[in-house]
């Protein structure tokens, strides 16, 4: 609080504490020593832990403690994905229009938080039958999943994969994170696959 007071002095700012939340990094209340409780009551933070109902987010990230708060987040996600489809389903678009339309206004919200945070598989499957059912709205006979992923120059409409996307997102990011290890050695390829693929 002394140093939050003295940064807005210098700089006229002022943290909302009605805006703040707090949490435990284990996410166990009962192990928040009892005056650090009292004190983010007194200060009027919001509350969050694992028994909280819902998750909470930081810089778009969702954090989240129990499979209950995970559902929700994934409840709402797929809720506003399809409302997002649903809204644009009865344009008259063509099949690539539609799936140029899904790669990017559609899936692009997610590649941010997909870089670290891990979902079910039943989530993703979710996902992908929404954008299956919106780029070959009214297509009969209806295509095969693999072609509407496959490349332009293989006959294919080019459709991000949700499940490769992320992948290659953490990937990007694991990788970071190993090379990022201040050593002036490199660490050798074969090496940084096999870390990055089992991390």
């Known amino acids: 609080q002394d140093h939050l007071t003295c940064y807005g ?61 995970r559902e929700v987040f994934s409840q709402e996600t797929i809720l506003s994905l399809q409302t997002s489809l649903d809204k644009h389903m009865t344009r008259s678009v063509s099949v690539y229009g539609r799936a140029r339309m899904v790669n990017s206004l559609f899936l692009s919200r997610f590649w ?14 979710k996902l992908s039958s929404l954008v299956y059912q919106f780029v070959c709205y009214k297509i009969f006979p209806p295509m095969k999943k693999a072609v509407i992923y496959s490349p332009l120059d293989q006959g294919g409409l080019a459709v991000l994969d949700i499940t490769v996307q992320q992948h290659i997102l953490q990937q990007r990011y694991v990788r970071a994170l190993l090379l990022d290890n201040g050593d002036s050695q490199p660490i050798p390829n074969f090496l940084m696959q096999s870390l990055s693929t089992f991390i």
Request: net charge positive; no cysteine; glycine share 2%.
């Open 9 to 69: 002095r210098a700089s006229n700012a002022r943290v909302n504490y009605h805006k703040t939340v707090a949490f435990p990094l284990s996410g166990l209340k009962s192990r928040v020593p009892p005056d650090l409780l009292h004190l983010t009551q007194r200060l009027r933070f919001r509350w969050f832990d694992s028994s909280s109902p819902s998750y909470i987010k930081y810089l778009g990230y969702p954090i989240w403690f129990s499979i209950p708060q």
């Open 112 to 125: 941010h938080f997909l870089r670290i945070t891990v979902l079910p598989v039943s989530f993703v499957e």
